[in-house]
């Protein structure tokens, strides 16, 4: 494993293929200089600058965790929703202060901000020198050793749309290397109206599954015991390099890796969810009982003038139909207040969708007008106020749900995977397989080991426990603990 280290440095554990091990980028000058990334956004782009340190770690760059120290400045952008986009502006802002003190600072904007403005960012901004697209990440030591060379400020915002090679990731987990997240697709095809993704992402491209099974191959080996698969769409997922080899097919792949104890995958259509995929939860033993399916909304009107390709009845059967597999399974879910055309009786339908699912939690957002997309050009309906009123409205309702469905588990025992704890070592944070955080006391040591927790009290966000008696470790017993 390979960590750039050093006074002030952030860790990062990346684990190169093997291959790539010894091998020199090519970059030269590089070496020693100092880089810092602000992400905005998704697991798709936290990903995209893991990827980036990688490439700027292997050119001989050290990771810091202040703008102030560095000498390359990345920012990720996210452009889903307009505030999304501003807090990216409002930090270029900051940085414009930084380089007018020390003009020999990089400053690179990737991700979908980067993407939808392309060069205009560079006449906007006189302190942005390199504009980089989402398809272009892995490139970024290339194109800060170019500027830093003397070269002009530069946009490279082309999209691919066949070659799928570049989505290839060298293996990076969490700096305790327990989990990890592994790209299988990217881009999205369906064109939901208020929805960014399919301009700044692109068409929809699956990775060939011999490379993402060794990249999942390879994270077990080195210690890995959780994977999560990303994608925009994951349920859309289809090897190019095998013919009918779907998402339900990946999924029983990766179940087989030895090594692997969860697996999990984000984010997931509704039209997408198979009979196929729902069957795969309860027999695949890795498969966590956990699915975040985004509904938007309760309103069959609303739902097609978002050109969701479901109905609200159609999304309940699913939920029904994974609920009879597997009774226990989470389901988390993202909702829009506020679409253009939005009635008081189109919430309240949404209101009564989520009394029917009982969510375990929700991300709700108001609706935001995004540039090219369809639902830009509709007539905002909905004055800002209610906006605000139908989210309040939605998010009581959801915390009130949360916390009986917390509350509900109080007094099972629970498989809980050990992330981190509080430094003395006395207070530890863990997940369950369905995604709840557990709160516990314990001696030290116990992270990254899998121990059934008595739930003791289910609060709004969380659960707070306490170890079992009866708890081992089973990875060192073949005795699988349940109720
Ligand atoms: N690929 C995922 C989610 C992508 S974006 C999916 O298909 O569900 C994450 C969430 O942001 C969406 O689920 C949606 O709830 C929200 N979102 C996307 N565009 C938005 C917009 N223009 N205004 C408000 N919320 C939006
Ligand atoms: Fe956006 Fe819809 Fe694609 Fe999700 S499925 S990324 S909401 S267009
Ligand atoms: Fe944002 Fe782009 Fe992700 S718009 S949500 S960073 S795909």
Redesign the pocket.
């Known amino acids: 494993m390979q960590t750039a280290g050093g006074p002030g440095t952030i860790e990062v554990a990346v684990c190169p293929p093997r291959k790539e091990r010894s091998t020199e980028t090519g970059v030269d000058g590089m070496k020693g200089l100092r880089f810092y990334i602000e992400t905005f956004g ?1 697991q798709m782009n936290e990903q995209d600058s893991l990827r980036a340190g990688y490439q700027l770690a292997r050119a001989g760059c050290l990771q810091v965790d202040s703008p102030a120290e560095a000498d390359i400045l990345v920012v990720n952008t996210c452009s ?3 505030k999304a986009e501003e807090k990216a502006y409002s930090l270029l802002g900051r940085f414009r202060n930084l380089k007018g003190r020390r003009p020999d600072i990089v400053v690179a904007v990737g991700g979908c901000v980067a993407q939808q403005e392309g060069e205009s960012l560079l006449e906007r901004l006189p302190q942005v020198d390199v504009v980089f697209g989402p398809h272009h990440v892995s490139e970024i030591d290339r194109f800060v050793e170019r500027r830093r060379a003397g070269g002009e400020r530069f946009a490279v915002v082309s999209q691919k749309t066949d070659s799928v090679d570049d989505l290839e990731c060298p293996g990076i987990s969490d700096p305790k290397g327990l989990k990890a997240f592994v790209t299988i697709m990217e881009g ?1 095809d ?1 064109f ?1 109206s ?4 399919p301009f700044v992402r692109g068409r929809e491209r699956s990775r060939p599954y011999h490379s993402l099974l060794e990249e999942a191959r390879r994270l077990t080996e080195q210690g890995v015991r959780e994977v999560t698969l990303l ?3 994951v349920n859309a997922y289809c090897a190019p390099d095998r013919q009918g080899f779907r998402f339900p097919d990946l999924l029983a792949a990766l179940s087989a890796l030895p090594g692997l104890r969860r697996l999990r995958f ?4 509704p039209k997408d969810l198979s009979r196929a995929l729902i069957e795969c939860f309860g027999s695949l033993g890795p498969l966590c009982e956990h699915i ?3 509904l ?1 909304s309760g309103s069959d009107r609303v739902l097609a003038a978002m050109n969701r390709g479901y109905t609200r009845t159609a999304y309940l059967e699913k939920i029904s139909a994974l609920r009879e597999r597997v009774p226990d399974v989470a389901v988390t ?4 207040v506020g ?1 253009p055309g939005e009635e008081i009786e189109d919430f309240e339908g949404t209101l009564e969708a989520m009394r029917i699912v009982r969510f375990d939690s929700l ?8 540039p090219s ?1 369809r ?2 050009s509709l007539e905002e309906t909905v004055s800002e106020v209610e906006k605000l009123r139908r989210l309040h409205e939605l998010q009581d309702l959801q915390k009130r749900i949360s916390l009986e469905k917390n509350r509900a588990l109080e007094g099972k025992f629970l498989e809980v995977f050990v992330e981190g704890g509080s430094r003395d070592g006395e207070q530890w944070m863990g997940r369950t397989r369905t995604n709840k955080i557990v709160n516990f006391t314990g001696p030290a040591g116990l992270e990254g080991r899998f121990l059934q927790v008595a739930i003791r009290e289910g609060c709004q966000n969380s659960l707070r426990g306490a170890i079992a008696e009866r708890s081992v470790n089973p990875e060192e017993s073949p005795t699988r603990l349940s109720e």
């Open positions: 998704c889903i929703r307009r999205c369906n939901c208020y929805c960014v993704v994608g925009q769409n984000t984010t997931s259509h975040h399916l985004p938007q879910s993202d909702m829009i679409f991300y709700s957002f108001k609706f935001s007008p995004r997309t639902a830009a």
